[in-house]
C-alpha cells in the first residue's frame, strides 16, 4: 500500500483540527450583545462560589454610554453600590456558609475597572475606547463576583434577585461547573433560582 494517501489524509486531519481548535473557542467564548439577556459563568469549587457575569450595560442602566448629566450619574452610582452588594442579590444556598469576598466591576465607558476604582468622576468623556470603536455604540459591563464559602459543594442552588433589582433584565444564561459537572440552565423573572446540581 503506498503512505502517500494516508499522509496526505492525515495533513488534511491535522489542517481541519486546527481549523476546529481556532475556531471552537471562540464560539464558546462569543456573548452576543442582546439587552434583556445576560451570561453568567457559575464556579463551584472547594472553598468558592465564583460569579463571572457579562453584560450588555443596557440591562443595568439603560444606557450604554458615559452619564450626561446628575440623574444619570446617579443611576450609575446607585448601579455600583447594588452590584458591590452582590449578597443582596445573589443567595448561595445557606447549606454552603457562604460569605461575600469580592465584586470586581468593569465597563470601559464608565471608567470602571481596575485602575479607576473612583468611579465615573474624573474620566472626561471615555475616550480610552479602542480606536475605531464609534463612540455611543453599544457598551458591557463585566461583574466578578466571589463568594467564600466553608463547604461550596454542597450548595445546591443560588437564588438570584437580579430580575427584581434591575427590571430591564429578561433572561440569564448561566453556565455553571461545579464538582457535579458542566451543564447549562437559563433563568428567568418566574424561574429566578439556579439549581447547581443536575
Ligand atoms: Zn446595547
Do not use: W, Y
Request: hydrophobic share 40%; net charge negative; aromatic share 4%.
Amino acid at each position: 500500500m503506498s503512505a502517500f494517501p494516508s499522509r496526505h489524509a492525515v495533513r488534511a486531519l491535522a489542517l481541519l483540527t486546527t481549523a476546529l481548535a481556532l475556531a471552537l473557542p471562540s464560539l464558546a467564548q462569543q456573548h452576543a450583545h442582546t439587552h434583556g439577556r445576560l451570561s453568567m459563568d457559575v464556579a463551584v469549587d472547594a472553598q468558592t462560589l465564583t460569579l463571572t457575569i457579562e453584560s450588555p450595560l443596557d440591562g443595568f442602566l439603560g444606557f450604554e454610554r458615559a452619564p450626561r448629566n446628575d440623574a444619570e450619574r446617579q443611576r450609575v452610582s446607585d448601579m455600583v453600590a447594588r452590584l458591590n452588594a452582590a449578597d443582596q442579590l445573589f443567595l448561595p444556598d445557606p447549606a454552603a456558609a457562604c460569605t461575600l469576598s469580592k465584586v470586581t466591576l468593569h465597563s470601559a465607558v464608565l471608567g470602571l475597572g481596575e485602575e479607576n476604582k473612583e468611579g465615573v468622576h474624573g474620566q472626561g468623556h471615555g475616550h480610552d475606547d479602542k480606536p475605531g470603536h464609534a463612540k455611543d455604540e453599544h457598551a458591557d459591563i463585566d461583574i466578578d463576583i466571589v463568594f467564600n464559602c466553608a463547604q461550596a459543594p454542597q450548595a445546591r442552588h443560588v437564588d438570584v434577585k437580579l430580575f427584581e433589582a434591575f427590571p430591564r433584565i429578561r433572561a440569564i444564561d448561566a453556565q455553571v461547573a461545579s464538582p457535579q459537572g458542566q451543564f447549562k440552565r437559563t433563568l428567568r423573572p418566574n424561574a429566578p433560582r439556579l439549581q447547581l446540581g443536575r
